[in-house]
T-cell receptor, first 113, second 111 residues
């Protein structure tokens, strides 16, 4: 059963805490992406990775960090430096960055208490 | 800033009617994609149209592209309640491979 998974579905965090969102894919895609979506807004790119051990900042990388140690996994850490982290986070993958279609996970809704 | 912007922001129709939503973009493109998002879920790719294509069909979906006007439209024919979702256009700005997404059109189809 191929696809892209994210966990957890809902996540609650206290102010000042770091939290890590999981993203896994078994599509054998090289490229992976993290987006943030706020209510009534489009998707904004946080980070992307073209290949293992490589990643690039997107439009809103401040307060976030990522790693890409395995092809299948691209976890996102929301640090305490992120001033307004409450949002819906979407992970996506594509065959390559230059490939047109992105495949999305189901999302993680992060709420800061 | 966003490359693509959808219009209208919200659309409410009755089942069986057609739904048309539009996307305008700013820079030259190689392709434009439409995605669908059900409430609280991830996005699903619907259709891609390349810059040398003017129209494309997929089931009840019809997409047009007018590069001279820098605009695209998505038509859903004979809409169903299950078509209720947000629809986004996405296209890479010039010089980039990674698409940027508009704010979306929220479509409600009443049974």
């Amino acid at each position: 059963d191929g696809g892209i998974t994210q966990s957890p579905k809902y996540l609650f965090r206290k102010e000042g805490q770091n939290v890590t969102l999981s993203c896994e894919q078994n599509l054998n895609h090289d490229a992976m992406y993290w987006y943030r979506q706020d209510p009534g807004q489009g998707l904004r790119l946080i980070y992307y990775s073209q290949i293992v051990n490589d990643f690039q900042k997107g439009d809103i990388a401040e307060g976030y960090s990522v790693s890409r140690e395995k092809k299948e996994s691209f976890p996102l850490t929301v640090t305490s430096a992120q001033k307004n982290p409450t949002a819906f986070y979407l992970c996506a993958s594509s065959i390559k960055v230059s490939t047109d279609t992105q495949y999305f996970g189901p999302g993680t809704r992060l709420t800061v208490l | 800033s966003q490359q693509g912007e959808e219009d209208p922001q919200a659309l409410s129709i009755q089942e069986g009617e057609n739904a048309t939503m539009n996307c305008s973009y700013k820079t030259s493109i190689n392709n434009l994609q439409w995605y669908r998002q059900n409430s609280g879920r991830g996005l699903v790719h619907l259709i891609l149209i390349r810059s040398n294509e003017r129209e494309k069909h997929s089931g009840r979906l019809r997409v047009t592209l007018d590069t001279s006007k820098k605009s695209s439209s998505l038509l859903i024919t004979a809409s169903r309640a299950a078509d209720t979702a947000s629809y986004f256009c996405a296209t890479p700005p010039g010089g980039s491979y990674i698409p940027t997404f508009g704010r979306g059109t929220s479509l409600i189809v009443h049974p």
